[in-house]
């Protein structure tokens, strides 16, 4: 990524948002940040950023104000795709804030470099799929059988039912659906998918591809079919 990504963070606490700005800014991104749900959305609305860091709790002791979900409800129902990192210091809202929309969630207080990792990750996987899709602008999503895979909002469900992927498991699993029964080995893969500047090693596929088929309840080799000693294909 040799563009400068924009960031919006988004947090009720001035120091938090000093310390994830210094931070991200030496990271390379060009960062901008709000104090409130109300600000958050007028930045949003003057300049979409890539990806946006979001506080679950905003202003507490103010009981008319946005919380993190109402901007993150907000966000969801805009025309343009912005995945959204929820931060907060309770892990308990976990599952509503990945309910809700969320791509992931960060507990505070954060590793540094797990959060970058993260980010970069995610805005890699967008990256991927916005280029899949503009490949083949006529396609907004990909079914097979009881799956849809909607690339425009960035959700998977199956027989109805929405299923919570990475963006790294979607942006996979997009892929082998846009290429179906061929051959890919562990190397392409990470080449196609996580992108030729990843470096890292080729059994980091095998650990996505367990996922994938964890959550979407898939037996060994149903739908991803392992090609031994060579790496995977969907069948269909």
């Known amino acids: 990524m040799n563009e400068r990504l924009a960031l919006l963070i988004v947090d009720d606490e001035e ?4 310390a994830l700005a210094t931070l991200l800014g030496r990271a390379g991104f060009d960062v901008r940040v709000a104090a409130n749900g109300t600000e958050a959305l007028a930045r949003i609305a003057e300049a979409a950023p890539d990806l946006i ?7 507490e002791s103010n009981p008319n104000a946005m919380g993190g979900l109402d901007v993150l409800r907000h966000v969801r129902a805009l025309n343009r795709f912005i995945p959204v990192i929820m931060l907060t210091s309770y892990p308990e809202w976990q599952i509503e804030s990945l309910g809700q929309g969320a791509i992931a969630f960060v507990t505070k207080p954060w590793d540094a470099n797990a959060l970058i ?10 990256q991927h799929v916005r280029k899949e899709t503009q490949a083949a ?19 998977i469900t199956k027989a109805g039912q929405e299923i919570d992927l990475t963006p790294i498991e979607f942006a996979l699993l997009a892929f082998l659906a846009r290429n179906p029964r061929r051959e890919w080995t562990r190397e392409q893969l990470l080449n196609q998918v996580w992108g030729y500047e990843w470096v890292g090693y080729e059994r980091t596929v095998d650990r996505h591809i367990a996922a994938v088929r964890r959550k979407l309840h898939l037996q060994r080799d149903e739908l991803i079919e392992t090609v031994h000693g060579t790496g995977y294909r969907l069948v269909v």
Do not use: K, N
Not at 15 to 18: C, D, G, L, M
């Open 53 to 59: 860091l979001l506080d679950v709790v905003l202003e």
């Open 117 to 126: 990792l993260q980010i970069r990750a995610t805005l890699s996987a967008i």
């Open 137 to 155: 602008p006529s396609t907004d999503e990909l079914r097979i059988g009881d799956l849809v895979i909607d690339l425009t909002r960035y959700r």
């Open 15 to 18: 120091a938090i948002r000093s």
